[in-house]
């Protein structure tokens, strides 16, 4: 088992930026992908980024060039950082991770309002 907590959502003005921090504990060696999706209201659930045990990342189209995944190992712990947010960011982040079992985990969910 893994348990997800997520930190770091807010209100910010267009153009800002805001890092989201993700801490995992429980049976973290068995993890292969960590990632960040986000739900707005009347939406799907959709991928915005996601890094690999090897480090490979992956990005929606709409985030690319403006949101960075990273990871810090030694914390247990994954962050998006978003750049240049504009009123469309706006939605309820998760965090996610799989792990070699094919098993998901989700975060509780930080809301993310890009607002004037």
């Known amino acids: 088992q893994v348990q997800l907590v997520e930190s770091g959502g807010g209100l910010v003005q267009p153009g800002g930026s805001l890092r989201l921090s993700c801490s995992a504990s429980?049976?973290?060696?068995?993890?292969?992908?960590r990632g960040w999706y986000r739900q707005a209201p009347g939406n799907q659930r959709e991928l915005v980024a996601a890094?690999?045990?090897?480090?490979?990342?992956n990005y929606a189209d709409s985030v690319k060039c403006r949101f960075t995944i990273s990871r810090d190992n030694a914390k247990n712990t994954v962050y998006l950082q978003m750049n240049s947010l504009n009123p469309d960011d706006t939605a309820v982040y998760y965090c996610h991770h799989m792990d070699s079992g094919y098993m998901n985990y989700w975060g509780q969910g930080t809301q993310v309002t890009v607002s004037s």
């Open positions: 890094i690999t045990s090897r480090g490979s990342t």
């Open positions: 429980g049976s973290i060696r068995s993890i292969i992908t």
